[in-house]
């Protein structure tokens, strides 16, 4: 079982920045390929970024490519989801997700098996 809980989540003006770090239990953390989503009001859960466990390959949604970065550090058990020049369509709350399948699409919300809590992103224009 693997347990994430989710921070770094505000209120921010557009063209701002912010850092979401997810923090996972577990000793296991270095085999999960990790996910972040969004859902604003309304909306469905849509992809925003990904990292592989090996080789550190990453993925972007094409509406953050250019302005969001994921990064993970294993030694600390945590993703990370640097959000430069954000914008109001960024409003959403924002998951980490992990999955330790190896199969399917990391755009597929439904191949992670652990979510964490979410956390509020707002950005104001």
């Known amino acids: 079982q693997l347990q994430l809980v989710e921070s770094g989540g505000g209120l921010v003006q557009a063209g701002g920045s912010l850092r979401l770090s997810c923090a996972t239990s577990?000793?296991?953390?270095?085999?999960?390929?990790m996910g972040w989503f969004r859902q604003a009001p309304g909306k469905e859960r849509e992809f925003v970024a990904a990292?592989?466990?090996?080789?550190?390959?990453?993925y972007y949604a094409e509406s953050v490519k250019g302005r969001f970065t994921i990064s993970r550090d294993n030694a600390k058990n945590t993703v990370y989801l640097q959000m430069n020049s954000l914008k109001p369509e960024d409003t959403a709350v924002y998951y980490c997700?992990?999955?330790?399948?190896?199969?399917?699409?990391?755009?597929?919300?439904?191949?992670?098996?652990?979510w964490g809590q979410g956390t509020q992103v707002t950005v104001s224009s």
């Open positions: 990292v592989r466990l090996t080789v550190f390959s990453t």
């Open positions: 997700a992990a999955d330790r399948s190896y199969t399917g699409s990391v755009y597929d919300n439904t191949r992670y098996d652990y």
């Open positions: 577990g000793r296991t953390f270095g085999s999960y390929d």
